[in-house]
């Protein structure tokens, strides 16, 4: 299959590369979608015991993993989801504890929408509690904006659990660098954010992140677990 990608054909037909789509989506999602029928049917398709637990294991985890999957790629929930999902799974380790460690283990790896570059898409989300986003805002003021600033990993700053908060990712210079990037007026931070909305400078933020879409690393790595 490989080869015939690399050559452009399939069966004597050519063929063109297009942006995934709900095809693609679909195919991403089957697993969740045939696993529940696998473990319905079980016993008419004779499957091993140990098999049939396995599929139990995988259901229990799809169970709090498919919310997080269906919204992963909305940017202004970035943050918000992913420390939600690394909060249930804490829980889910007295679910299936072994389980949850891989989870754990794969989205520790991938956790680069927790880096401060970032934490400006927490202000343009309509999950994250007003008291949080002042918070956000008040991490942000305090932080001097520097002249310019240099290329570096995108990684968080502080260690990542289940007790994580948004606004404890707002540390250090960097969390300037796409304000400056997007030449965004920050001095709507000085309101109230129920204010924002009404501010110009605030809107032209918010159409920015609400079309901005992100790559679901921490969803795909968990299909592939």
């Known amino acids: 299959?490989?080869?015939?990608?690399?050559?452009?054909?399939?069966?004597?037909?050519?063929?063109?590369?297009?942006?995934?789509?709900?095809?693609?989506?679909?195919?991403?999602?089957?697993?969740?979608?045939?696993?529940?029928?696998?473990?319905?049917?079980?016993?008419?398709m004779r499957y091993p015991k140990s098999y049939v637990n396995k599929i139990r294991r995988f259901n229990a985890f799809m169970v709090i993993y498919v919310p997080y999957f269906q919204t992963a790629g909305n940017a202004a929930d970035a943050?918000?989801?992913?420390?939600?999902?690394?909060?249930?799974?804490?829980?889910?380790?007295?679910?299936?504890?072994?389980?949850?460690n891989a989870a754990q283990e794969k989205f520790?790896?991938?956790?680069?929408f927790l880096s401060p570059e970032y934490a400006f898409?927490?202000?343009?989300?309509?999950?994250?509690?007003?008291?949080e986003k002042t918070k956000i805002a008040a991490a942000l003021r305090q932080i001097p904006k520097p002249q310019s600033l240099s290329p570096a990993p995108l990684e968080p700053v502080v260690e990542i659990n289940h007790q994580t908060e948004i606004h404890q990712l707002c540390q250090?210079?960097?969390?300037?660098?796409?304000?400056?990037?997007?030449?965004?007026?920050?001095?709507?931070?000085?309101?109230?954010?129920?204010?924002?909305p009404l501010d110009p400078k605030f809107a032209a933020l918010n159409e920015f992140?609400?079309?901005?879409?992100?790559?679901?690393?921490v969803a795909e790595n968990a299909i592939q677990m």
Not at 17 to 40: C, D, F, I, N, T
Not at 108 to 112: L, S
Not at 121 to 131: N, W, Y
Not at 173 to 194: I, Y
């Open 172 to 196: 250090g210079p960097r969390v300037h660098l796409l304000f400056q990037s997007l030449q965004v007026d920050q001095s709507f931070l000085e309101k109230s954010p129920k204010d924002w």
């Open 121 to 131: 898409l927490s202000l343009c989300s309509k999950k994250v509690p007003v008291s």
């Open 79 to 100: 943050q918000y989801e992913d420390l939600a999902f690394r909060w249930r799974l804490e829980e889910f380790k007295q679910v299936d504890l072994e389980v949850a």
């Open 209 to 217: 992140v609400q079309n901005f879409r992100v790559v679901n690393d």
């Open 1 to 44: 299959m490989i080869n015939h990608w690399n050559t452009g054909q399939i069966d004597g037909r050519s063929f063109v590369e297009k942006a995934p789509g709900a095809v693609s989506e679909a195919r991403w999602g089957q697993a969740g979608l045939y696993a529940p029928k696998m473990e319905r049917h079980s016993k008419e």
């Open 108 to 112: 520790d790896r991938h956790v680069d």
